[in-house]
């Protein structure tokens, strides 16, 4: 099979940039001659595919893994990994801001150096990235093929031109940004999640399209490098999904940092004029245009189904949901599963790494574990972070399962109070008249860190009554769940409870 040069990135190429592309997709790289059947073939080597490949070939099963671009897939390469590690930086910025509501003085001004904060992320990336390497795959004994797979049959798909037979296989092909239509933003040039780390120069203006987590994560941390931020988000509210009270308290931090975040507004054109990009915004009938250096779009995710000639293996599909599986992952070809965002509504790289487990227990044994029997937190990496697992109070209500809601404001902790992180809540739903947890949204700091507490409970089975028992360390923000659980067990003491401990007590003065 031919070889092939490895990556389209821009960012320059330094020592990290160089070590990232020979883990990901080593120039000169020669696939190999491939086995007469593969037990599984995976098509996608993000963190599906990479989980589920590793996962059967330590089982012992002969496995190909094939990729057309980078291992690592988003994740690694252009998602989480480079934006958790700039937003880091962004955070040390705005704290550097406050220096002095820490009792701490910054000598001089504050000058963001754009480049080295791209420099530490590559660096980073590149570090991460050994564990998603070609040499890791290649040890355990994976055959890595790079090249886009085409499926010819039910059993066979061909790379670029080699035909490759398999018992089963797994589509991992992920997704990518949802473009939208905008008359002339493509003419003038605009930045995804696919090429917004390879700057190197900081945009002085920066208008961000789409009001979800990842235009949130991004726009909070580029107004904090210092871009003069605007947020234009076509919904009435930002970040749709999660409780109004937690996007409340997000909006209340953009207001300080100083992002700009227009609701119900469309971005209906764009232009270029004397080299800055003018932008038409429309908010219900007021019209206004924004001059910006670049624009970020996040205004969703596409599941990679094209080019794969799924109608050739029988596997149903939609454009927009992706690859069509039952709870087992299965697709309409019971040889081909499916896993992570090409057929996930919950496009997260955990929920990958579990659907690929899943599917490699399912079609390589006679396994029946199911999607809907995971429970699955995420959170949106802001400042501070929106944490959330289980059910949402208006799903309860649309479910009619009646909840009662335990509420703990963070300044209500004593850690939070003194790392000056008091902004937001914890909120531990319960069904009426027990301690099972149905669901939790917690705002804070460290939320993705504290929702995983509470995620275990769930999955073990553990009400707020067993966590009200539970020792947390002082002071630590996780407190604020103990808080919760106290709270629950001071609402079941009852008048006639409380009457009967009035008198046991009575009879010991
Ligand atoms: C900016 C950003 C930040 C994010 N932050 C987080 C976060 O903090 N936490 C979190 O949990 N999630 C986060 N996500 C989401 C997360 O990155 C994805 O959910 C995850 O990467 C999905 O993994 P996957 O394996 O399903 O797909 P991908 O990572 O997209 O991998 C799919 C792979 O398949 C390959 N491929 C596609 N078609 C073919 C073909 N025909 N032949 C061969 N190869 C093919 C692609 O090249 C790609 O490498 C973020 C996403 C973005 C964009």
Redesign the pocket.
């Known amino acids: 099979m031919p070889t092939r040069n490895n990556s389209s990135s821009t960012a320059p190429l330094d020592k990290a940039e160089r070590e990232r592309r020979e883990n990901v997709h080593p120039d000169g790289w020669r696939n190999p001659v491939p086995a007469a059947c593969y037990s599984l073939v995976v ?9 589920a490949a590793h996962a059967a070939a330590a089982l012992g099963a002969k496995v190909a893994l ?15 990994v ?3 590690a700039i937003i880091r930086t962004s955070r040390l910025y705005a704290e550097m801001r406050h220096a002095t509501s820490y009792g701490a003085q910054i000598p001089g001004d504050i000058r963001v150096d754009f480049s080295a904060v791209m420099q530490r992320m590559r660096g980073i990336r590149a570090r991460i990235s050994r564990a998603d390497s070609v040499r890791r795959l290649t040890d355990a004994g994976v055959d890595v093929v790079f ?4 499926f010819t049959g039910s059993e066979t798909l061909t ?1 670029d031109g080699t035909t490759l037979r398999f018992k089963k296989a797994i589509i ?6 949802d473009m939208p239509s905008i008359p002339g933003l493509v003419e003038a040039g605009y930045l ?3 090429n ?1 780390f390879d700057l190197t120069e900081l945009p002085r203006r920066l208008l961000v399209i789409g009001g979800g ?2 235009g949130c ?2 726009a909070q941390a580029f107004c904090r490098f210092g871009s003069k931020t605007i947020i234009a988000q076509s919904w009435p509210l930002f970040l749709p999904l999660e409780e109004r009270d937690a996007a409340q308290i997000l909006s209340d931090a953009f207001a300080r940092d100083g992002v700009e975040v227009r609701l119900n507004t469309r971005a209906v054109n764009v232009r270029v004029e004397a080299g800055q990009k003018l932008v038409d915004l429309v908010s219900d009938d007021h019209k206004s245009t924004v001059a910006v250096d670049a624009i970020l779009t ?1 205004t969703g ?1 596409v599941p ?1 189904v094209e ?2 000639n799924l109608e050739a293996a029988g596997v149903h599909y939609d454009a927009d949901d992706g690859i069509c599986v039952n709870d087992f992952l299965q697709t309409s070809n019971r040889r081909i599963y499916a ?4 057929c ?1 509504e919950h ?6 790494d579990a ?2 487990r899943i599917v490699v227990r399912n079609a390589l044994f006679p396994g029946r574990q199911r999607l809907s029997a995971l429970t699955i937190p ?2 949106t ?1 802001t400042d501070p972070e929106i944490a959330h697992v289980g059910l949402y109070v208006r799903q309860a209500h649309n479910e009619d399962i009646s909840v009662k809601t335990f509420t703990i404001p963070m300044h209500d902790v004593d850690r939070a109070i003194a790392d000056g992180e008091e902004a937001g809540f914890v909120k531990i739903h319960v069904k009426e008249g027990t301690d099972r947890i149905l669901g939790a949204t917690i705002v804070a700091r460290h939320a993705g860190e504290m929702i995983n507490e509470i995620t275990l409970a769930m999955v073990a089975g553990i009400g707020l009554r067993a966590l009200a028992r539970v020792i947390h360390a002082y002071p630590t923000q996780g407190e604020a769940i103990k808080k919760a659980a106290d709270a629950y067990s001071r609402s079941r003491l009852t008048p006639f409870r409380k009457g009967l401990l009035r008198r046991w007590l009575r009879g010991w003065a």
């Open positions: 098509i996608g080597a993000g963190t599906a595919g990479l989980v094939i990729e057309r671009h980078l291992l690592g897939g988003d994740c690694l390469n252009v998602g989480c480079p934006s958790k090249g886009t797979a085409r790379v991992a092909t992920g997704s990518r940004p995804t999640n696919e917004v987590p990842l994560e991004l996040g995710r990679n080019g794969l896993a992570g965002d090409a996930l496009k997260f790289t955990h929920t990958a659907s690929a995420w959170c990496y």
